[in-house]
């Protein structure tokens, strides 16, 4: 008898979990993605920032599903589908068929209609994101040493991050750790802790998905590391020379360098085909409204998992796009499948909030359970650091990013502080 054909599209969370699921039952799985390695995104700041390299995290689809001889690896980019013949295209037209298909593709940064601001204020979604931030993170301080003008010298010392979310916070806390723990005494004609660290939120408060005390006590945290916060203040232009801010009725002007986005996420082009071809409906941010068990209305077939998906809590409110959503969305959209070819229906998804957690620094960050309690501190620091450890993939990546963490930690000295020129789009690598 032949086996189901499930096709996967996305490596990320909801993804691959989807594809470990399935590992081992009567199907026949194939995961797509048009990167070969799964990418573990909350980190990608500490990239950014010089704590760890680009392969601390990230690790090869391959190697992490090779137990699995269901499981079929696939390089290549979904660009289109034929949901009647149950077809997915791919970037060369090849046409992959499926029986099930679980899409996880992702989400992009969202500019909020300012696509221009993109080369200026670059995000934090990629490995080659990261390594951009790094480069011009650490440039910025070498240029700074390099003009005389003080004015100038300001302006390169002046860092701006738009969006006060977890993101935002972290990159935030890890630049005043950066500035005012390693940096110092490594240059001649400039303190680096002289730094000035804009973090902007449009809304009232830093961490508005968390609760009120959550908020308040990062806010006290960047504050000690320096950080300015400047909340209800909205983005109005981005330019190479620094951007223009409004507060209330007064604007503002501040002359960066370097600034960088946390704003916004949009979900990937795919859901737009999606609309087309089988009359989603999507939400502001791009993302697909699906059933409740995560199906596609009209075609129970297709599943939306991630930050493709737009779920709504109990309470009414959209699930965020974060990284526990995504494996429990794929957990679940594996086990309905099996549940459709057996007959049955599993119980509508719920999601099971395991809280929240963001760090602020060397030996501070903030954690919310799901449950609502909220605590910061060592402890705090402590629990966010064993919970990113043990989602990390693959034994080796566990090690080296905890003996790195330990090591940075005893003598405040990232180790990858590499500036490296990427090519440009078209160039070869």
């Known amino acids: 008898m032949e086996r189901a054909r499930v096709v996967i599209v996305g490596g990320g969370f909801g993804g691959l979990e989807a594809a470990r699921a399935l590992g081992g039952k009567p199907v026949e799985v194939t995961l ?51 949901p009647e013949a149950r077809l997915l295209l791919l970037e060369e037209r090849e046409a992959v068929p499926y029986d ?147 507060q209330g009725e007064k604007e503002t002007i501040l002359a960066a360098r370097t600034v960088l986005w946390a704003a916004g996420n949009r979900a990937a082009p795919l859901t737009q085909t999606l609309q087309e071809r089988c009359g989603a409906t999507l939400d502001r941010n791009g993302r697909v409204f699906v059933r409740e068990d995560l199906s596609l209305p009209h075609h129970p077939e297709i599943f939306i998992v991630g930050d493709t998906a737009s779920v709504r809590s109990p309470s009414g409110d959209p699930l965020p796009a974060i990284a526990p959503v995504a494996v429990q969305e794929g957990r679940y959209a594996a086990r309905a499948i099996l549940a459709r070819m057996r007959g049955e229906r599993l119980q509508p998804f719920r999601y099971r909030s395991p809280g929240a957690m963001a760090v602020i620094g060397r030996h501070e960050a903030v954690v919310q359970t799901g449950r609502g309690v909220v605590f910061g501190g060592f402890l705090a620091w402590l629990v966010w650091l064993l919970v990113h450890i043990r989602a990390l993939v693959g034994f080796e990546n566990k090690l080296v990013v905890f003996v790195r963490w330990a090591w940075s930690y005893f003598t405040r000295n990232p180790g990858s502080r590499l500036i490296l020129d990427l090519p440009e789009k078209g160039e070869p690598q």
Do not use: C, M
């Open 100 to 246: 099930f298909l679980i899409l996880a593709a992702g989400s992009r940064h969202h500019y909020f209609g300012h696509p221009e601001w993109e080369p200026e204020a670059p995000g934090l979604k990629t490995l080659e994101d990261a390594l951009e931030v790094r480069r011009r993170v650490f440039l910025a301080f070498e240029e700074a040493e390099r003009v005389r003008d003080p004015q100038e010298q300001g302006a390169w010392l002046r860092f701006v991050i738009a969006g006060g979310g977890p993101t935002g916070v972290e990159l935030a806390g890890a630049l005043g750790e950066l500035t005012r723990g390693t940096l110092p005494g490594e240059f001649r004609r400039i303190r680096p802790e002289s730094a000035e660290i804009v973090l902007v939120e449009a809304q009232e408060r830093l961490l508005p998905g968390y609760r009120p005390a959550a908020s308040a006590r990062a806010t006290r945290a960047l504050n000690r590391l320096g950080v300015r916060v400047l909340t209800k203040t909205r983005v109005l232009e981005i330019s190479s020379q620094g951007v223009r801010l409004q």
């Open 32 to 82: 797509i993605d048009r990167r070969n390695f799964h990418l573990f995104q909350p980190l990608l700041y500490q990239v950014a920032t010089g704590g760890l390299s680009e392969a601390d995290i990230a690790a090869p689809l391959r190697a992490i599903l090779k137990g699995w001889p269901n499981i079929t690896v696939r390089l290549g980019t979904a660009v289109d589908l034929n």
